[in-house]
């Protein structure tokens, strides 16, 4: 069971995104609907998880203690399915259009400082400049660039009045 | 009673003459007849004659009577004529005779009215000079008893509208010392808020711009830089730990 936990945190930690939450979840609705045809669930990865889960998950699959036990394998796949739609969503307002290089930097952060149960959901606004609004588990902060300006104007709003004009 | 049947004998004598008798009768009889017969037929001959002779006469008279009827109508048209000719006539003269009687009396009345006109306005002028006399004499008689009366408070009331006058004069300098006070202080708070205002909009146009600029020149090293600071600092505040 241990040992089952781990591959399920293991699988939870390469979830990064919402979209990739959900193409998870859908693939191993799929598994459950295949469970006593195991020789499938290769072919069933490839085509429906992300390329950076799927090879994870491949490995989870081969596991001594899942294969050939169809009971266990049905469990197995019904806590993950549980756990991966518990995961929590942490929304980030940005203001720019993050590539695979940025979400897997965000994303090692979160596993390692929030938790492997947490999935990004990006949104975009330019006007904050740099930075995020950062929106987890009904809490709000803003960390943005626009804001840091504008505290820095706030602070130095004499001065800056004097040398304009 | 019985009769004698020898009163039922019948002699010849008796009988021949009854013969006779019989026989002039028959003679009478016939001739009377061939007289009725030629009578009928005179009389049908008579009888177309004298129809014709009526158609004749009838016709005749129709032409006499349409003569006459003629010479009738023509002798009252020319009668008729005649009469209109009269008629236009004596109207004519009786038009005439009108109007020489009209225009004597229109001369008449004219003169009488421009005579009455004349009398009128003789009279209309001596009562108008009359009048006028009368109200100058009047008027002359109130300005006199009007100049007297007022003569007298004349200088007093001068007086008054000299003072009214200058206290007047006070309170509108007071006012408009006051206005020009006000005006000023208004002039001076707008002063101060519209350079406030203008303070205001070149400090969020320096923000605004500061802003764009600098978002606009991070690459997305720095973006990244930055996400990862914004969480570092999100978690140092406590934002990720549990409620």
């Known amino acids: 069971m241990k040992q089952h936990q781990k591959h399920i945190e293991s699988i939870m930690a390469l979830i990064r995104t919402r979209d990739e939450q959900e193409f998870v979840q859908e693939a191993v609705s799929m598994l459950e609907r295949s469970v006593n045809q195991p020789t499938t669930f290769g072919k069933i990865i490839q085509s429906r998880v992300p390329e950076h889960c799927a090879h994870a998950m491949n490995r989870v699959f081969e596991d001594e203690a899942l294969k050939g036990n169809t009971e266990q394998l049905r469990k197995f796949l019904e806590t993950l399915k549980k756990s991966i739609g518990a995961m929590r969503v942490l929304t980030l307002d940005i203001a720019f259009s993050p590539s695979e290089k940025d979400i897997d930097a965000i994303n090692s952060w979160v596993v390692g400082n929030v938790g492997s149960d947490v999935v990004l959901d990006f949104t975009h606004d330019a006007t904050i400049g740099g930075g995020a609004k950062i929106m987890f588990e009904g809490r709000y902060t803003e960390k943005t660039l626009r804001q840091k300006i504008e505290q820095v104007f706030e602070k130095e709003r004499e001065r800056i009045l004097q040398t304009i004009l | ?243």
């Open chain 2, 1 to 243: 009673m019985s009769i004698d049947p020898q009163y039922f004998i019948i002699t010849f004598p008796q009988l021949l003459g009854a013969a006779v008798v019989a026989v002039v009768f028959l003679v009478l009889a016939v001739l009377a007849g061939a007289a009725f017969i030629k009578h009928l037929f005179l009389t049908q001959e008579e009888s177309e004659k004298i129809k014709q002779e009526a158609r004749r006469e009838s016709a005749t008279m129709l032409e006499e009577a349409r003569t006459e009827s003629s010479r009738i109508v023509e002798n009252a048209n020319a009668e008729a004529a005649n009469i209109l000719r009269e008629t236009h006539v004596l109207v004519s003269r009786a038009t005439k005779e009108l109007e020489e009687e009209f225009h004597v009396f229109s001369q008449k009345e004219s003169d009488r009215l421009r005579e009455a006109a004349t009398h009128f306005a003789d009279a209309y002028q001596l009562m108008t000079k009359q009048a006028k006399d009368v109200y100058a004499e009047a008027t002359k008689r109130a300005v006199e008893a009007i100049g007297r009366e007022t003569a007298g408070g004349l200088s007093h009331f001068s007086s008054a509208v000299e003072n009214e006058t200058k206290r007047y004069q006070r309170s509108v300098d007071e006012r408009l010392e006051e206005w020009h006070k006000d005006a000023q202080k208004e002039i001076a708070a707008y002063k101060v808020n519209a350079l406030e205002k203008v303070d205001e909009s070149i400090y969020r146009v320096l923000l605004m711009v500061s802003q764009q600029a600098i978002g606009r020149a991070l690459d997305f090293k720095d973006h990244q830089g930055f996400m990862v600071r914004a969480l570092e600092e999100a978690k140092h505040e406590g934002f990720f730990g549990k409620l």
